[in-house]
């Protein structure tokens, strides 16, 4: 896997330097110290996964990956942050950001995070086509056995297989996904009502939407949308 790392600290790049060589000696780094070299990178290799600091000179990091969200949109991007801030977070949430760590660095914070992706590059076609179809339908009605007609494969060895491969049942991962899209749908959508947004990402009952969502997250969808309301103020 190729990663990008951007960051002003020489330190903080030679420790992810480290620390990636330590857990995936294969994979291949390319370090940056502004917008403006991670670009070049960006144009000139094939990234899949990118850290970037969201203190940076010139353009920050969050404008960074708003633009690779337009143009690289196979990256997958971790955000960087020296502060604990929802307002960051939030922003994160909104561009599309995948994952999010603080500073100081923590070794199995990293570690965790970065396994996530080796899962990703290693999956079967048979799960990635899984994947994508619930990435693409969400919104709609979604079972395995659908899915399997779709891809042509038993339901239970689809099931097993999606378990092996991702450490989620199938079902979990389609709430998860799900309400991760109502986060982004939430703070980006003022006006849109709750309701509206739970129906979007595919729940048919708004009382089982709020009540996963605080279980999820830890705030009603309500709750949530003034907290970032404020954290803009």
């Known amino acids: 896997m190729k990663i990008l790392l951007v960051d002003d600290e020489p330190f903080v790049l ?61 990256v997958n991007i971790v955000m960087l942050s020296a502060y604990q801030d929802f307002r960051y977070a939030k922003t994160s949430i909104r561009i599309g950001v995948d994952d999010y760590l603080t500073k100081p660095i923590i070794e199995e914070e990293l570690k965790e995070v970065l396994g996530r992706y080796v899962q990703q590059y290693n999956f079967s076609t048979v799960v990635l086509d899984t994947l994508n179809y619930i990435h693409q339908n969400y919104h709609e009605r979604i079972n395995l056995s659908l899915i399997s007609e779709q891809i042509h494969i038993n339901p239970s060895y689809l099931s097993r297989k999606f378990h092996d491969e991702t450490g989620k049942k199938f079902s979990d991962y389609v709430l998860d996904y799900r309400i991760e899209k109502s986060k982004e749908k939430i703070l980006n959508n003022r006006t849109e009502s709750i309701s509206s947004i739970a129906d979007q990402c595919g729940f048919n009952s708004l009382h089982y939407f709020s009540k996963t969502f605080k279980q999820k997250v830890g705030q009603t969808p309500k709750e949530f949308r003034e907290e970032g309301i404020k954290a803009d103020e």
């Open 14 to 74: 030679k420790q992810l330097e480290y620390l990636i060589g330590e857990f995936h000696p294969q994979w291949e780094t390319f370090s940056c110290v502004d917008s403006i070299q991670a670009l070049q990178v960006l144009n000139q290799h094939n990234i899949q996964l990118a850290i970037l600091d969201i203190e940076l000179p010139g353009k920050d990091g969050l404008t960074l990956a708003k633009e690779m969200k337009k143009s690289f949109s196979q």
